[in-house]
């Protein structure tokens, strides 16, 4: 049961920008950083956004991430049909002593 | 670049211990900014956190596990491992290792993963 809490589903259309969000605690996105991954159909998770807002190399300018107080947002814009995966947030929460992982949103492109 | 890769049985029978082990290369298990860890992923279901452990044995456990976890490292083969004991149908996932940064704890880099199917 996650207590990183995501939409299950989200969907837009080619070019569009959508925001996938995630709620938590202040044992965890409220006092640390967050991070975003991405799987695609099929494959294993990858890393999509790091330390809030960072991206790794290779990751389209596309997407963005942003933290206010115990919510964080992942945003893509330009949206495209390979960008069609379900995403999880994920944070350190001091309770745990471990890493959550949000339940997961799958993006749907029209 | 740094690749990990999992191997183990693909199928496990109730009751039984689940052992994997993940082998990493182009890149040092002995590296001290990085926990080594392990995910499960259910069939239709979201990411799980397990486990991680250092380079020097010290491990964390996801605490809804603990009881029937163990992770080890070898570092003389750059491998380390995954016990998961008294398994039941619950315990069927991919099962993913992947290296954990320790100052924003990110999974930077994943294996494949590997699907354990628990059966008898």
């Known amino acids: 049961q996650s207590v990183l809490t995501q939409a299950p589903s989200v969907s837009g259309t080619p070019g569009q920008r959508v925001t996938i969000s995630c709620s938590g605690s202040?044992?965890?996105?409220?006092?640390?950083?967050v991070n975003w991954y991405q799987q695609l159909p099929g494959t294993a998770p990858k890393l999509l956004i790091y330390?809030?807002?960072q991206r790794p190399s290779g990751v389209p300018d596309r997407f963005s991430g942003s933290k206010s107080g115990t919510s964080a947002s992942l945003a893509i814009s330009g949206l495209q049909s390979e960008d069609e995966a379900d995403y999880y947030c994920?944070?350190?929460?001091?309770?745990?002593?471990?890493?959550?992982f949000g339940g997961g949103t799958k993006l749907t492109v029209l | 670049q740094v690749q990990l890769q999992e191997s183990g049985p693909g199928l496990v029978k109730p009751s039984q211990t689940l052992s994997l082990t993940c082998t990493v290369s182009?890149?040092?298990?002995?590296?001290?900014?990085?926990?080594w860890s392990w995910i499960r992923q259910r069939p239709g279901q979201g990411l799980e956190w397990i486990g991680f452990?250092?380079?020097?044995?010290?491990?964390f456990y996801n605490p809804s596990l603990k009881s029937r976890v163990t992770i080890l490292v070898d570092t003389s083969k750059n491998q380390f491992s995954l016990e998961l004991s008294s398994v039941t149908a619950a315990d069927t996932a991919v099962y993913y290792c992947?290296?954990?940064?320790?100052?924003?704890?990110?999974?930077?880099?994943w294996g494949q993963g590997t699907l354990v199917t628990v059966s008898s």
């Open positions: 992947a290296r954990l940064t320790t100052e924003d704890f990110y999974f930077d880099y």
């Open positions: 182009s890149g040092s298990l002995r590296s001290g900014a990085h926990y």
């Open positions: 452990i250092y380079y020097s044995g010290t491990g």
């Open positions: 202040s044992s965890n996105i409220g006092s640390k950083t």
């Open positions: 330390s809030s807002y």
């Open positions: 994920a944070a350190w929460d001091g309770s745990l002593k471990g890493v959550l």
